[in-house]
C-alpha cells in the first residue's frame, strides 16, 4: 500500500477525521452487537467481538440491521463511544441519518465515506485514515509487514 497516496471517496456526510481504522470483515448491527455503555462491538457472531469502536474510524463493508441502527449511531456519536468516521464499500441511509442526527441535534461530527473497492481493500486494522469534507483521503499505513492486530 502507498502511505499517504491522495484517495478519493465520496462523502455521503461531509467531514473531517483522523484516526485508526477498525476494519470489520463483516457489517455490524449497531443495534444488536454494539454496547452504548462501553462503545464496544457485542455481536458473538463477529470476528471483532470485544473491539472498541469508540475513537476509531470504523471500516465495514455496509450497515446491518434496521432503522433502530441510526437511533444507537446518534447515540454513541454524542456519548462519545461511537466511531469518530465510517469507511463504506456501499452505501448505507440508515447510518448516514445516524450521522446526520448526530451532527443536527448534538452538533457532532461522524463523517460517512464511501470507497473505491480497490481502496477499501487496502486498508488495514491500525492503518491512520485522514477524511477531508470533500471526500479525499489518505491511508498510511501503521502495521509491521502488515499484521494488524484489532485494537482493545
Avoid at 457489517?27 to 454494539?34: E, I
Avoid at 461511537?82 to 461522524?110: H, Q, W
Wanted: hydrophobic share 40%.
Amino acid at each position: 500500500m502507498s502511505s499517504g497516496s491522495p484517495r478519493r471517496g465520496r462523502a455521503v456526510v461531509p467531514g473531517e477525521a483522523d484516526g485508526p481504522a477498525l476494519v470489520l470483515t463483516q457489517p455490524l448491527s449497531l443495534a444488536m452487537g454494539f454496547s452504548l455503555e462501553t462503545g464496544r462491538i457485542t455481536d458473538i457472531h463477529s470476528p471483532q467481538r470485544g473491539a472498541s469502536v469508540a475513537g476509531h474510524i470504523l471500516v465495514m463493508p455496509n450497515g446491518r440491521g434496521s432503522s433502530t441502527t441510526s437511533t444507537v449511531l446518534a447515540e454513541a456519536i454524542r456519548r462519545g463511544v461511537g466511531p469518530i468516521a465510517i469507511v463504506l464499500l456501499e452505501m448505507d441511509e440508515i447510518l448516514a441519518l445516524g450521522s446526520i442526527v448526530a451532527r443536527t441535534l448534538y452538533a457532532r461530527v461522524c463523517p460517512i465515506l464511501l470507497a473505491s473497492p480497490t481502496d477499501f481493500e487496502s486498508i488495514l486494522t491500525g492503518d491512520r485514515i485522514v477524511i477531508r469534507a470533500d471526500g479525499t483521503f489518505t491511508i498510511s499505513s501503521q502495521t509491521a509487514a502488515g499484521a494488524a492486530q484489532p485494537p482493545t
